[in-house]
């Protein structure tokens, strides 16, 4: 850590923090603004609130492995917003393929334009195309691991989940091609939010790219992070980013630190984020309301 400290230049651009630092906050603010929208009609909840369930949620995705923030959200969306199990899964699938189908449809754009501009030899498109195809079908196993689960297992949900029924007619009427319209608006957004995170970390280092080469490190990046199981793409996502910078002639000691920077911040922000949305859900893990919260859900 040391070596890779003294490796950085000297002449750091701090001023780019704020802008790494908001950049990323932009990021955290959409996917609870998708929700919202797809949500504001049928339910009485204010955006306030589930952007405190998703930030709280994401903290937890952050913490704990196997995207274990996924149940957590279900949970307090249950609770805290009064959505039904099979409702949020509705939602989920919903919003999971409007997020995939974008990253998806804008990664393979930029690993065409990848290869177009000769930036990586023939040997190196084969390992990463083996790695996301290797990713993929490890992601298609994980979501369908459900199927192998005893029947006995899925008792407790039956009876949780059996008057949500009609929630999801009356949910999938309200969810209007205006509201998806809005939904696939947001996207563009929180790519640029990303792609604007990432030139500030590269300028405050002192790294020159340009704007399309900027574009497609991001992109492919976290799309490679995303078909992984890690929570917040850990491993994929950082792995990826140091090959393509490296691609581009970055020294891997930069590639890493930008791999770390990136991290940290992302931490930062979910971690103020977090707090402050468990402080506007009154959950606190070390009162009695929350315990009680807990033990009613599983009775």
């Given at each position: 850590?040391?070596?890779?400290?003294?490796?950085?230049?000297?002449?750091?651009?701090?001023?780019?923090?704020?802008?790494?630092?908001f950049?990323?906050?932009?990021?955290f603010?959409?996917?609870?603004?998708?929700?919202?929208?797809?949500?504001?009609?049928?339910?009485?909840?204010?955006?306030?609130?589930?952007?405190?369930?998703?930030?709280?949620?994401?903290?937890?995705?952050?913490?704990?492995?196997?995207?274990?923030?996924?149940?957590?959200r279900?949970f307090?969306?249950?609770?805290?917003?009064?959505?039904g199990?099979?409702?949020?899964?509705?939602?989920?699938?919903?919003?999971?393929?409007?997020?995939?189908?974008?990253?998806?449809?804008?990664?393979?754009?930029?690993?065409?334009?990848?290869?177009k501009?000769?930036?990586?030899?023939?040997?190196?498109?084969?390992?990463?195309v083996?790695?996301?195809?290797?990713?993929?079908?490890l992601?298609f196993?994980?979501?369908?691991?459900?199927?192998?689960?005893?029947?006995?297992?899925?008792?407790?949900?039956?009876k949780?989940?059996?008057?949500?029924?009609?929630?999801?007619?009356?949910?999938?009427?309200?969810?209007?091609?205006?509201?998806?319209?809005?939904?696939?608006?947001v996207?563009?957004?929180?790519?640029?939010?990303?792609?604007?995170?990432?030139?500030?970390?590269?300028?405050?280092?002192?790294?020159?790219?340009?704007?399309?080469?900027?574009?497609?490190?991001?992109?492919?990046?976290?799309?490679?992070?995303?078909?992984?199981?890690?929570?917040?793409g850990?491993?994929g996502y950082?792995?990826?980013?140091?090959?393509?910078?490296?691609?581009?002639?970055?020294?891997?000691?930069?590639?890493?630190?930008?791999a770390?920077?990136?991290?940290?911040?992302?931490?930062?922000?979910?971690?103020?984020?977090?707090?402050?949305?468990?402080?506007?859900?009154?959950?606190n893990?070390?009162?009695?309301?929350?315990?009680?919260?807990?033990?009613?859900?599983?009775q």
């Amino acid at each position: 850590m040391d070596e890779l400290i003294s490796s950085l230049p000297n002449n750091i651009e701090l001023a780019y923090i704020p802008l790494i630092l908001f950049a990323m906050f932009i990021h955290f603010l959409l996917e609870p603004l998708r929700w919202y929208l797809y949500t504001t009609k049928l339910f009485s909840i204010d955006y306030n609130r589930m952007f405190s369930i998703f930030s709280l949620t994401a903290l937890v995705s952050y913490l704990l492995p196997m995207k274990m923030g996924l149940p957590t959200r279900m949970f307090l969306l249950r609770k805290k917003a009064g959505i039904g199990i099979l409702q949020c899964s509705t939602l989920l699938m919903l919003d999971g393929l409007i997020n995939y189908a974008c990253w998806g449809i804008t990664a393979v754009t930029s690993f065409y334009l990848l290869v177009k501009q000769d930036v990586f030899e023939d040997s190196f498109v084969t390992i990463i195309v083996t790695s996301i195809l290797t990713l993929l079908l490890l992601y298609f196993i994980w979501k369908k691991r459900r199927t192998i689960i005893p029947k006995s297992m899925n008792a407790g949900i039956e009876k949780m989940i059996s008057n949500d029924n009609s929630g999801i007619k009356q949910l999938s009427s309200e969810i209007d091609r205006q509201i998806i319209f809005k939904s696939l608006l947001v996207m563009p957004i929180d790519i640029g939010s990303h792609v604007v995170h990432h030139w500030a970390i590269f300028s405050m280092l002192g790294i020159n790219l340009e704007w399309g080469a900027v574009f497609v490190i991001t992109t492919v990046s976290i799309f490679t992070g995303m078909i992984s199981m890690m929570p917040m793409g850990l491993g994929g996502y950082d792995a990826m980013l140091v090959l393509l910078l490296m691609q581009y002639s970055i020294e891997p000691e930069y590639a890493v630190s930008i791999a770390i920077i990136n991290r940290l911040t992302i931490l930062f922000i979910s971690i103020v984020s977090g707090i402050y949305g468990g402080t506007q859900l009154e959950l606190n893990p070390f009162k009695t309301q929350w315990r009680k919260l807990l033990s009613s859900n599983t009775q």
